[in-house]
């Protein structure tokens, strides 16, 4: 049999501590609510305020209004001498007057403070009533209780009936008249402000839903793009507004997003593709070396030198085409280093004595004059081996390569095939090759690069055929046939 159920559990095992108390903060709940919410909320909160005070306002003014007019008619309301007279006389024989104000309630206040009051509850006769009875006052004005507890708007003025004898009359109406009116006055307000309020936020939900809808349009582009890395999803544009203006910066920003992954699918794919050949051509060569040395069968010497040669020029070929591929890998808003101000003249000497390494047959005529840049020096060179590497590339034997530098003007001329018209504006697209020169060593990257760095240092490239066949390529750098005072000084002190 068991003992009697108790509230609470004894005993330290038994017993349970209560759930802490959440404290109700209102700002965090309503920061935690959905932006429609939050919208309709303020609108509501909003039109109640203002509907507060206008009603508010208006419930005093006509309160003011309604006993002020109150006032004026007990000022107007004034007995002639006769009536108070008679007044007089009842409450002198012991009879009760009559009433004789109508809504009004009438009363005499003689000096001694003796009141006769008609046919009313008498209303208490205050120091200032008195002061006026005895002619000290002119007139008075209040609101006192009644002996049944109403309120009463009293004005009290002097008169004298009969001659000579001084006394007060008192005029009075119950507030009951303006209270009545205030308190209709006072529901239609609430109800009024009630059904505003509701309204309001009514409106503002509906306001909320209307205008957030491009937003909501927004938002599901947003989580279908990061769902699917759909980038084809555009927003369709209505207006001029902010919501107008952020679905264009959304529709422009996928549609950058997509140009940009194109073009790393098609770098990735057209660097996979430049870089299997000489990849296979090595690997094919280092099996046969390989096979020579598990075999036994030596290889002879000729051929094991071409070989060597040959893989030589591969591992060559194919750490250019890494350096071209970082090269290109680089955002093109993303400076590739310091810009410096450099002898572009300079610079040049060294690319033609590279340059004369790689084609030791040809006849390199120069004419070049002063020119300072503001590049990055190592790109800036690069570019220029590439562009006279071109032009040894395509130079027929014991042929002439010609360049010039004037005024910030470069011209690179060969006298080799040329380039066909209708392959002139893919020279400078990422592993374009012309059908030519595809059996010729190369990526199809050296153009691609001295374009982006010549744009970067803000000039121009253009390649173009020569006159009397060849081609001439013209790079523009902006710049000055002398350094800055700056340069001058740094170059001093190297020579010193």
Partial sequence: MTGPETGAVSGTGGARSAPPRTRFRPLAWFRSRPLRSRLALLTAFAVAVAVAAVSLACWFVTRAQLEAELDSSLRSSRLDDASVGTLITLCRQGTTPPPMGGSYTVQVILANGSVCTSGQAPIPAGPADLAV????????????????????????????????LALAVSVARPLAEVDNSMSTLRWMLLLVSGIGVVG????GLWVARTGLEPVDRLTGAVEHVAATEDLTVRIPVEGEDEIARLSRSFNAMTAALATSRDRQSQLIADAGHELRTPLTS???????????????????????????????????????????????ARPDTARPGPLEVVPLHGILRSALDRARLRGPELTFVTDLAPWYVRA????????????????????????AVEVTLMRGELKVRDHGPG????????????????????SLP????????????????????????????????????????????????????DEA
């Fill in 376 to 399: 990055e020096p190592a790109a800036i060179e690069r570019a220029l081996v590439n562009v006279l590497d071109n032009a040894v590339k395509f130079s027929p034997p014991r042929g």
């Fill in 419 to 438: 380039i066909p018209p209708d392959e002139l504006p893919h020279v400078f697209e990422r592993f374009w090759r012309s059908p030519s020169a595809r």
């Fill in 282 to 328: 090595l690997r094919t060569n280092i099996e046969l070396l390989a096979r020579s040395e598990e075999t036994g069968r030596a290889i002879p010497a000729d051929d094991r030198r071409a070989l060597m040669a040959s893989v030589k020029a591969q591992m060559t070929e194919l750490a250019a085409l890494i350096g071209d591929l970082q090269e290109l």
């Fill in 133 to 164: 009875a005895r002619g000290q006052l002119t007139y008075a004005l209040h609101t006192v209780k009644d002996e049944d507890g109403r309120e009463m708007r009293v004005y009290t003025y002097p008169q004298q009936v009969p001659p000579g």
């Fill in 442 to 493: 190369g990526s199809g990257l050296g153009l691609s690069i001295v374009a982006r760095t010549v744009h970067q240092a803000g000039g121009s490239a253009i390649l173009a055929p020569a006159p009397g066949g060849g081609t001439v390529a013209t790079l523009r750098l902006p710049g000055a046939p002398t350094p800055p005072p700056s340069v001058v000084a740094d170059e001093g002190r």
């Fill in 200 to 203: 309001a936020g009514a409106a």
